[in-house]
Nanobody
Framework: QAQLMESGGGSVNSGGSLRLSCTTSGYTWSAYCVAWFRQAPGKGRERVASIDSEKTIFYADSVQGRFTISQDSGKDTLYLQMNNLKPEDTAKYYC????????????????????WGQGTQVTVSP
C-alpha cells in the first residue's frame, strides 16, 4: 500500500512562490501516475499537475507556465514548484498515487487515484 505525505504549504502574498513536497513509500509498481490535486472551500478536488512512469506530464490550464511538477532521481519524492501565485490558487493541496499511467488527453479525476496524502494548505493573499 502506497503512503504519501505532503509538506511545504504556507501563506504568501500574490506573486510569491512556494514549493510543495510529497514523500512516497510502500509501492513497487513499475507503472504509476503521481499527481497534485487541490481543493478550495466549497469546490471539488481539481487535478493540478501529474507525472507518470512514462514521464507524461499534465498541467491544468489554470497553472500552466506557473507551476512545475518534478520527481527526485529516486522517484520517492514528488515536488510542485509554484511561482507567481495568485489568490485563486488558495486551496488545500494533496498528492495522490495511481498504479496506472496517466495518458495524455484523458481527463482523470480523484476517483482514478487510489492513495492520498493528508494535504497541505496554501494561502495566497492579494
Amino acid at each position: 500500500q502506497a503512503q504519501l505525505m505532503e509538506s511545504g504549504g504556507g501563506s504568501v502574498n500574490s506573486g510569491g512562490s512556494l514549493r510543495l513536497s510529497c514523500t512516497t513509500s510502500g509501492y513497487t509498481w513499475s507503472a504509476y501516475c503521481v499527481a497534485w490535486f487541490r481543493q478550495a472551500p466549497g469546490k471539488g478536488r481539481e487535478r493540478v499537475a501529474s507525472i507518470d512512469s512514462e514521464k507524461t506530464i499534465f498541467y491544468a490550464d489554470s497553472v500552466q507556465g506557473r507551476f512545475t511538477i518534478s520527481q527526485d532521481s529516486g522517484k520517492d519524492t514528488l515536488y510542485l514548484q509554484m511561482n507567481n501565485l495568485k489568490p485563486e490558487d488558495t486551496a488545500k493541496y494533496y498528492c495522490a498515487h495511481s498504479p496506472l499511467e496517466c495518458h495524455s488527453g484523458v481527463d482523470y479525476d480523484e476517483n482514478d487515484f487510489r492513495f492520498w496524502g493528508q494535504g497541505t494548505q496554501v494561502t495566497v493573499s492579494p
